[in-house]
């Protein structure tokens, strides 16, 4: 019923930074959260950040504390993710997802291309 849809994604050198967005298309629009997880090639996918859609809460894997930050704007049903001081090892393909009357996530976009050069 709702559409993910991520952009922003694209190569850039290491130490560069990149702005992730994800946008729901449904005009109303309260997930419990919201979420981005990747996956590099043979790897399963893995967490990288959350955010409660109405309180200030947020949570990030140790691998991209204090490089990454996620934020969001409500009122465009849109989530983000901001990217500094990338690595190499932060390549891969980004998904956002959406938890909606459940405690799991259970709506997922069709993932973003991010590549970081050496």
């Known amino acids: 019923q709702v559409q993910l849809v991520e952009s922003g994604g694209g190569l850039v050198q290491a130490g560069g930074s990149l702005r992730l967005s994800c946008a729901a298309s449904r005009r109303t629009f309260s997930p419990y959260a919201m979420g981005w997880f990747r996956q590099a090639p043979g790897k399963e996918r893995e967490f990288v950040a959350a955010?409660?859609?109405?309180?200030?809460?947020?949570s990030y894997a140790d691998s991209v504390k204090d490089r990454f930050t996620i934020s969001r704007d409500n009122a465009k049903n849109t989530v983000y993710l901001q990217m500094n001081s990338l690595k190499p090892e932060d390549t891969a393909v980004y998904y956002c997802?959406?938890?909606?009357?459940?405690?799991?996530?259970?709506?997922w976009g069709q993932g973003t291309q991010v590549t970081v050069s050496a």
């Open positions: 997802a959406a938890a909606i009357r459940s405690s799991s996530y259970n709506f």
């Open positions: 955010t409660s859609w109405s309180a200030d809460s947020a």
